[in-house]
């Protein structure tokens, strides 16, 4: 609990200094800073950054309705960015966050990201498909990039249609072609016997995947229907009552947030559907979730898609290095994995952005820099090659491939069953309207 009261005492007073026009987000470590890189190097070994200070906000969501996701996540962001500042920040340059609390809201988002922009941050992570929605128009105008990785837009693939817009993960549409995919090649038979449920969750993040799962039942010939949970996703016995005993799929392909997956979990097992015949999309999926449902016992063989790696890696240990240098536990956030390792995915791409700027000669650093940045990588490693398949990106990729992974519910923990994979990244181009490569 020490380390999440510390993180909830940073947003408070990063909230505090942004309405007092102050620098905002830092827990007065960022002295400590140093490191050319955030992974491989020493980071019990602090060395003091110089440069002038370059500001990155994020938007954390700890009170709202998917507080299950922003109490590991924005944990992790933190840590990485600590340890970026550890190792001599980004070429002698200390990061500065900027965390606003938005609790899964619109305009509490949108006002965050005017904040963060007029507190002079050059990266946001815009945090929620419908506030990224809301703020298309204003990260344009405002030429300050908002970061959506495994959510967001899935139109902002195509930079051209959204210049400061970025998917940097699979979106909702790569998802949803990436589920069916993976179900037709775990399906025997004719895919024209084969039957296909969609639940989601009732807003514009949950109807996203339709088109990818629409536009693959016309071409292949499954049948599919679709059924809509209402927000806040509480509630679901209607839905998996029809699907059970009424429809009767052999696939069910799940699209929730915040404590919905748990209860989607609970609820189809008690109807009696065989979990490993669930495939969840990305937000439904992690070990909050499976303890929320009633354990790993009770959840087994439940599947579920991925777009950053899951457990331990070269970063978490250095992190864990950092913690101890300093005389600390590392923090109990790191038990969630699958969010916490989102959350340093997350700041690593902001890293990275930053990173490339510099290296560019860029100073000061700006909005229109870091975006040139993010749509220059060329396999490039975000943190280390543990987090997510190297990166490549331009401008009609902001998503940079769209790569996902199966894991499933075994024993106990999160087994992988697929590699990182995007077979179906010509299907998903053909559906944003983005010509071939």
Not at 206 to 213: K, S, W, Y
Request: hydrophobic share 40%.
């Amino acid at each position: 609990m020490k380390h999440r009261g510390k993180f909830r005492a940073m947003v408070v007073l990063a909230v505090m200094a942004l309405a007092a026009a102050a620098c905002g987000g830092d827990d007065g470590d960022s002295g400590e800073a140093a490191g050319t890189t955030a992974a491989g190097q020493g980071a019990a070994t602090t060395v003091a950054a110089t440069g002038t200070p370059i500001k990155v906000g994020i938007m954390c969501d700890q009170t709202g309705p998917t507080s299950l996701v922003g109490l590991a996540l924005c944990p992790g962001a933190t840590d990485y960015i600590d340890l970026v500042n550890s190792q001599g920040g980004v070429d002698g340059h200390p990061l500065e966050p900027i965390f606003v609390e938005m609790a899964y809201e619109v305009p509490r988002g949108v006002a965050a990201y005017h904040e963060m922009v007029s507190q002079g941050a050059v990266a946001i992570v815009c945090f929620g498909t419908p506030i990224a929605l809301a703020l298309v128009e204003a990260s344009a105008q405002s030429q300050v990039p908002c970061l959506t990785p495994g959510f967001g837009v899935a139109s902002a693939t195509d930079g051209e249609e959204y210049p400061y817009q970025f998917p940097l993960a699979a979106s909702y549409v790569s998802q949803g072609a990436a589920a069916v995919d993976y179900v037709l090649g775990e399906s025997e038979g004719d895919p024209s016997e084969l039957k296909v449920a969609y639940m989601y969750y009732d807003n514009a993040a949950g109807q996203e995947p339709i088109v990818a799962l629409e536009s693959m039942a016309e071409q292949q010939g499954f049948e599919l229907r679709t059924f809509a949970v209402p927000p806040p996703g509480l509630e679901m016995t209607a839905q998996v009552t029809d699907i059970v005993s009424r429809y009767q799929p052999d696939w069910l392909i799940t699209h929730l947030f915040g404590r919905a997956p748990s209860v989607s979990i609970t609820t189809l097992k008690r109807a009696g559907f065989p979990l490993d015949q669930v495939v969840s999309l990305v937000w439904g999926f992690a070990e909050n979730d499976i303890e929320a449902a009633g354990g790993y016992d009770f959840a087994e063989g439940y599947r579920g898609l991925q777009f950053a790696g899951v457990g331990d890696g070269p970063v978490r240990e250095e992190i864990r290095a950092m913690y101890e240098a300093r005389g600390e536990d590392a923090p109990e956030e790191m038990e969630s994995s699958v969010y916490y390792n989102r959350g340093v995915y997350t700041a690593a791409l902001m890293v990275e952005g930053v990173r490339a700027s510099v290296a560019a000669g860029v100073d000061p650093v700006t909005g229109t820099s870091v975006k040139e940045a993010l749509e220059s990588f060329e396999d490039k490693v975000i943190g280390s090659e543990d987090l997510a398949p190297p990166l490549t990106t331009g401008l009609r990729d902001h998503e940079g491939g769209g790569f996902t992974r199966v894991y499933q519910v075994q024993d106990g923990g999160f087994e992988p069953l697929t590699d990182w994979s995007n077979s179906q990244r010509p299907l998903v181009f053909e559906l944003l309207g983005i010509p071939p490569s």
